[in-house]
């Protein structure tokens, strides 16, 4: 592609799309959304056409919630206008990532956005929200969709399937958000809309081994969604805890020793083995009965049992442990190597012992909003985001989960969340009765 002067023409060096970029490059719909896997393309095809839309005249903004995705962007952009630019056709700003025509509002900007407050201050013709997934709704219904107004303008949405390896940075209030603009673009019978997908093997510029690599390290739902990049239109139903309010019940953390929160009782659940030990340790508004995942303990191989306990000690260090649980009913012998050191761990009740009968437990605390967790507890809410029922033969979702033995925390909070009733609050005798167990 070249840029014609009076005199010279000045060459722009654009990527050549692979087979699934080039149809998003020449979709001519308003609105545009691509669902795409982890190093399929999807930031290299958005600078491509931000720079299209730069040499038609227009006004392209380009925004994610990532430093890295944004300098990513970046790269390509610069490296496709090196030439006017040094020509001086094109005045470049390294520090607000702006490159404009000189004399004229024509111009490609990128910013870091996140929510609608980020977003402010830009107008644009032609918006594309990358890593849309980790965004706030209101950066596109609040900021994004009004901006466009004045100019009729395009816009392009790109994400890859959630996944809470991501929830610590997410704004989003509906981490499924994205997905669910997808579906109604799919659906969308007006012309105005169009939906696009692929996945990492998509694209041929990247090592096949080093992806084999990176799937080595994944979870299968993990794979399906950040290299497949897929979203079950089943998972909703088939995810254990869905029920789990994630809008309000993840919480920012807040001090749990100070004078107001010193004296709420504290509850531990424990899953048991050598290799994968874990416990989740959860306080109770003594007021409301709500129930706080405040900390989760997760070490891997190594540690021995008087190590585990010195640990579990000093996490609960000025606090009033009432109760701990864990275990099925043949890791007894768990159960007493920790209490011959001084953590006592109690079996499950005789009717709570069946997983299902757990979960139910946990998920009618979920139902009624009375299970909250702290949003730091990443490894805990990945779990709860990507805990399945099993699938049979035919499909059809069973009872059962699958990959059972993978969820560790989730199985510490049915151990010890399972000995409530959705309305119990410990006072008083209570807690009298708990300690004399």
Known sequence: MTIATEEIEYTVKLRRPHTKQEPIRQSKTKRKIVRAGRRGGKT??????????????????????????????????????????????????ETEHTIERVGTKNRIKGKTAWNADTLRGDYSDFLVLDEYQLMNEDTWEVVGAPMLLDNNGDAMFIYTPPSLRSAGVSKARDPRHAAKMFKRAQEDKTGRWEAFHFSSHDNPYISEEALGEIIQDM?????????????????????????????????????????????????????????????????????????????????????????????????????????RVGGSHQEEGWRNDFTNHGWPIQEPKEHMRNVKVQ???????????????????????????????????????????????RYHLCACARYILSDFTPETVYSGKAQEAINDM
């Open 219 to 323: 979870s299968s739902a993990s794979y399906r969604q950040e290299i497949m990049a897929e979203d079950d239109e089943l998972q909703t139903r088939q995810l254990v805890y869905h029920k789990f309010n994630e809008a309000t019940c993840k919480i920012p953390r807040f001090p749990l020793d100070d004078e107001a929160h010193k004296h709420w009782p504290r509850f531990v659940g424990h899953d048991f083995g050598g290799a994968n030990p874990a416990a989740l340790f959860i306080a109770q508004d003594p007021g409301t009965g709500y129930f706080y995942a405040y900390h989760e303990y997760l070490p891997g191989p190594g540690r021995a049992t008087p190590q585990h306990t010195t640990e579990f000690k000093r996490i609960t260090e000025g606090a009033t442990v009432l109760k």
């Open 44 to 93: 290299v095809i958005a600078a491509t056409i931000c720079v299209d839309k730069l040499l038609e005249g227009l006004r392209p903004l380009y925004a994610t919630p990532t430093s890295d995705q944004l300098e990513t962007w970046w790269f390509e952009v610069k490296r496709a206008l090196a030439e006017p630019i040094d020509a001086g056709i094109y005045k470049k700003n």
């Open 359 to 405: 979960i139910d437990k946990v998920i009618g605390l979920m139902e009624l909003n009375k299970y909250f967790i702290f949003n730091d507890l990443y490894h805990y809410l990945e779990e709860i985001m990507n805990c399945l029922w099993k699938r049979d033969s035919d499909g059809v979702i069973t009872d059962e989960i699958q990959d059972e033995q």
